[in-house]
């Protein structure tokens, strides 16, 4: 049986993919689209992966700028959070990601809640 989080999600590439579709969908989400309509898919796809890839347990280190100084220009309620974690978890769906290794990732992502909402 797998166990590897990381390799469920088929490794960083695998992550990268999904979050690059991620990006999409984040775009045209009807909600929260209009945050990411500057933002370029490449770079936030793999910030992202890389983010994901230590938070499932490495070996991969994130290295990019902390989350409450990536998103404090923007005003970031629970509601948009939430948001943004419905349109993970499709992404997750679309490419058969089992339940409990999404649930590993959203877990690990959950509590950077302090630092991005911002707006009541
Ligand atoms: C657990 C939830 C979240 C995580 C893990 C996360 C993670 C990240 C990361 C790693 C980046 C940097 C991408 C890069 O370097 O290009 C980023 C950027 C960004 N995030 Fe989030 N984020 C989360 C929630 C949100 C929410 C709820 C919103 C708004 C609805 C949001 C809006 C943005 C925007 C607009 C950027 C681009 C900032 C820029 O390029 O200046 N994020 N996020």
Do not use: W
Not at 89 to 117: E, K, S, T, W, Y
Request: overall charge neutral.
């Amino acid at each position: 049986q797998n166990t590897d989080p990381l390799q469920a999600f088929g490794g960083l590439p695998g992550l990268n993919a999904l979050m690059l579709d991620f990006h999409a969908r984040l775009r045209a989400d009807a909600r929260i689209g209009h945050f990411f309509k500057d933002v370029k898919g490449p770079p936030f796809a793999e910030a992202l992966a890389e983010q994901a890839c230590q938070e499932l347990g490495g070996p991969c280190q994130y290295k990019g700028a902390p989350m409450k100084l990536l998103h404090q220009d923007f005003e970031i309620r629970a509601s948009d959070f939430n948001a943004l974690v419905e349109v993970l978890q499709a992404a997750m769906d679309a490419r058969g990601i089992p339940f409990a290794v999404q649930n590993r990732l959203l877990a690990r992502f959950a509590p950077m809640h302090r630092d991005i909402i911002n707006t009541r």
